[in-house]
């Protein structure tokens, strides 16, 4: 299994500069940036953008090749060209994260040809539950079940994360996982 970074994200006092992802990262094979921006309307993007850049440019300082990035469903398509953050009754109050998601994959994929990249998305919902090891991949296109519900157990989200860092299935492209 890959050896990835023990610190993913910065803390509140720490910055997430070049210097100091390089500090955490190096000699590790991996790191996982898993971030979430603030809610409530507060708007996010240069913030999460700044992390962001802080991260690819760390990593490529500490020699580490493969990042994975979590990230958030409103970036997945619920019919072609139509993301869920643009379906009628999307909360207004989650535009703001939402968008700096998007934001954020829009930066690693256009800036990280040199780096062994991953975005993972979650689905609609995610709740705790039971671990069994089995769910969907799928790509830009909101996975869900006959009822029309898109959801994962917190565990089996996990148990991707894991499985990707361990596979690089999905290198240089965003993927999504649901049952």
Do not use: C, K
């Amino acid at each position: 299994m890959p050896r990835a970074a023990g610190r993913t994200a910065p803390s509140r006092r720490t910055r997430a500069t070049p210097d100091t992802v390089a500090r955490l990262a190096v000699g590790h094979d991996a790191v996982v940036l898993a971030v979430s921006p603030p809610r409530g309307g507060i708007e996010a993007t240069e913030p999460l953008l700044e992390v962001g850049r802080g991260v690819l440019d760390g990593v490529r300082r500490a020699g580490v090749r493969r990042l994975v990035v979590v990230g958030g469903a409103g970036i997945l398509e619920v019919s072609p060209g139509v993301r869920v953050v643009d379906t009628p009754g999307f909360p207004e109050d989650a535009l703001p994260p939402v968008r700096a998601q998007v934001a954020l994959f829009e930066l690693v994929r256009d800036n990280a040809d040199d780096l062994e990249w991953t975005y993972l998305s979650p689905p609609a919902v995610i709740t705790p539950g039971e671990r069994t090891g089995a769910y969907r991949t799928g790509d830009h296109q909101l996975l869900s079940d006959g009822e029309g519900n898109s959801q994962i157990s917190t565990e089996d989200y996990a148990v991707a994360l894991v499985d990707e860092l361990q596979r690089g299935e999905f290198t240089r492209r965003l993927f999504h996982v649901a049952y």
